[in-house]
């Protein structure tokens, strides 16, 4: 199982960025996936979330309406749209898959002017 984000980067405050995570080593169309970030000093917090079928997506309340989940079974990828990007957004973000229980090494995100 691999799971490889991509994406990450230093962008000004209200920018955007889209993250992407590549997998390979399971049936991805099979499996809900997750985003989650991680400040320093503070837990792992759940981001988002998308079912198998993207049908249904979830949301951390202080993204709603900001981010975005997608998931392209056909390239196995699953994306993260975010926009109005403030400071506090500035964490590592993490792909999760929820079947294989398996993590992605992360991609750092810096929301600085």
């Known amino acids: 199982v691999q799971l490889v984000e991509s994406g990450g980067g230093l962008v000004q405050p209200g920018g955007s960025l889209r993250l992407s995570c590549a997998a390979s080593?399971?049936?991805?169309?099979?499996?809900?996936m997750s985003w989650h970030r991680q400040a320093p000093g503070k837990e792992r917090e759940l981001v988002a979330s998308?079912?198998?079928?993207?049908?249904?997506?979830n949301y951390g309340d202080s993204v709603k309406g900001r981010f975005t989940i997608s998931r392209d079974n056909g390239k196995s990828t699953v994306y993260l749209q975010m926009n109005s990007l403030k400071p506090e957004d500035t964490a590592v973000y993490y792909c999760?898959?929820?079947?294989?229980?398996?993590w992605g090494q992360g991609t750092q995100v810096t929301v600085s002017s």
């Open positions: 999760y898959a929820l079947g294989p229980n398996y």
């Open positions: 080593g399971f049936s991805f169309s099979s499996y809900d």
């Open positions: 998308i079912t198998w079928s993207g049908g249904v997506t």
